[in-house]
């Protein structure tokens, strides 16, 4: 199905409860916002790096840099007072790096109960040393982790 289908944009009953992870809940304001009155697309990259830095820093366990934002969808507009679940699932752990998909659902005044998704992400971050070169995820962390199905 296309990805911009009315279909695939059809409101949740429910958010996942599945391998995702709730990392992170929050409900933007009014100062948050570009010129046309919706969330400014900078403000939700900077939430999901935030968010999507949670599961790798279990593993990484010390420094670590966001080295690439690999894809980054913006599948519908964040409005002020949407209560935003961001969820994460880790996709891929390198010998230095961590890649991770974030999912962002609002749950907005006008349609209580129900969730829409509204942007999709995949970041990567790198455990660093204290001179800021990438280093070893250490092979407890990644022994833990089970590669999605
Ligand atoms: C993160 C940083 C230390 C990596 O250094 P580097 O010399 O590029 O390191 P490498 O080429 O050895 O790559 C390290 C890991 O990053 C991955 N990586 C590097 N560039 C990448 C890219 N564009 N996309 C995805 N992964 C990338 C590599 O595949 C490697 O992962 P692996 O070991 O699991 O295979 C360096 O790029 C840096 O300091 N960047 C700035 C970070 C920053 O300021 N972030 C914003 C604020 S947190």
Redesign the pocket.
């Known amino acids: 199905m296309p990805p911009n289908s009315s279909a695939a944009n059809a409101p949740l009953p429910a958010l996942p409860s599945d391998h995702r992870e709730l990392v992170l809940k929050v409900i933007p304001m009014p100062a948050d916002c570009n010129a046309n009155g919706d969330i400014f697309g900078g403000w939700v990259m900077a939430q999901v790096?935030l968010a999507g830095a949670v599961l790798p820093a279990r593993y990484v366990r010390g420094r670590?840099?966001?080295?690439?934002v690999?894809q980054f969808v913006f599948k519908q507009p964040v409005r002020v007072g949407d209560i935003l679940s961001f969820y994460s699932h880790v996709t891929r752990?390198?010998?230095?790096?961590?890649?991770v998909m974030v999912e962002v659902f609002a749950e907005r005044f006008s349609a209580q109960g129900q969730y829409v998704k509204v942007t999709e992400a995949s970041l990567?971050y790198?455990a660093?040393d204290r001179e800021?070169?990438?280093r070893p995820?250490p092979d407890e962390a990644r022994a833990e982790w089970k590669a999605p199905d």
Do not use: K, L
Request: hydrophobic share 45%.
């Open positions: 790096d670590m840099a966001t080295v690439a690999n752990i390198g010998r230095t790096s961590i890649t990567t790198v660093i800021g070169r990438p995820i």
